[in-house]
């Protein structure tokens, strides 16, 4: 995935409007976006393809895909139907759930992304425990794509280190989480920005502020 700027904006709003708002702010120095629940459950499946129509942005959909195998084929086929490029499954309910979102990102032809630590505070009492032994998994099942914090930037390393050069990593928690973007950026290849952006009172200055790091 060709990611602007190396940045990722996260969509975390609760309406169409604000989010064409918001994009209309940005699209000169973003061509992709984070679209989670917030968004997603406000305006349905349908604002992926509004919004890929009105800026041709490459949409990754964060649903932290977490189910048994065949309700994890049905999230990932409605998310592709409706036009995203990417999706985001968690690796902790192990191998058979995460070939499923594989499988039908292949169909689809899109892309996959493995989740293996989150970004906040209380990732580390249960997830970082694991997260080493995703990225694992994640490399022995040919997954590419992955999430790793930018909070961590020693946890981000030692799943860089896992994964290997090659393998494409976003990190998420660049901003009001603590995470420095051009730190990040030393490690992994795009970084993920959503509230320094769009709560910024100008959320293109916002914007240019990062891409000069």
Same mark, same amino acid.
């Given at each position: 995935m060709n990611i602007k700027n190396n940045i990722i904006l996260?969509?975390?709003?609760?309406?169409?409007? @604000?989010?064409? +708002? &918001?994009?209309?702010?940005? *699209?000169?120095?973003? $061509?992709?976006?984070? %679209?989670?629940?917030?968004?997603?459950?406000? @305006?349905?499946? +349908? &604002?992926?393809?509004?919004? *890929?129509?009105?800026? $041709?942005?490459?949409? %990754?959909?964060?649903?932290?895909?977490?189910?048994?195998?065949?309700?994890?084929?049905k999230i990932c086929n409605e998310t592709f139907k409706a036009g995203a490029d990417a999706i985001i499954c968690h690796g902790f309910t192990g191998p058979d759930s995460v070939q499923a979102c594989l499988d039908v990102a292949e169909e689809y032809e899109k892309e996959l992304f493995l989740l293996t630590e989150m970004s906040h505070p209380g990732a580390k009492k249960f997830l970082q425990k694991a997260a080493d032994e995703i990225a694992e998994m994640g490399v022995e099942m040919g997954i590419t794509n992955y999430v790793a914090p930018a909070t961590r930037l020693d946890r981000l390393q030692d799943i860089r280190n896992i994964v290997g050069e090659d393998a494409y990593i976003i990190s998420p928690g660049v901003g009001k989480q603590g995470g420095d973007g051009e730190k990040t950026l030393k490690i992994s290849n795009a970084i993920i920005v959503g509230r320094s952006i769009y709560e910024s009172d100008n959320p293109q200055q916002a914007c240019e502020k990062l891409v000069k790091q």
């Open positions: 996260a969509l975390d709003v609760g309406s169409e409007k @604000e989010a064409i +708002e &918001i994009c209309d702010s940005v *699209k000169n120095y973003v $061509d992709t976006i984070k %679209i989670g629940y917030p968004l997603a459950l406000a @305006e349905g499946l +349908e &604002i992926i393809g509004k919004l *890929k129509d009105k800026y $041709d942005f490459q949409i %990754i959909c964060d649903f932290k895909v977490a189910d048994i195998d065949e309700t994890n084929k």
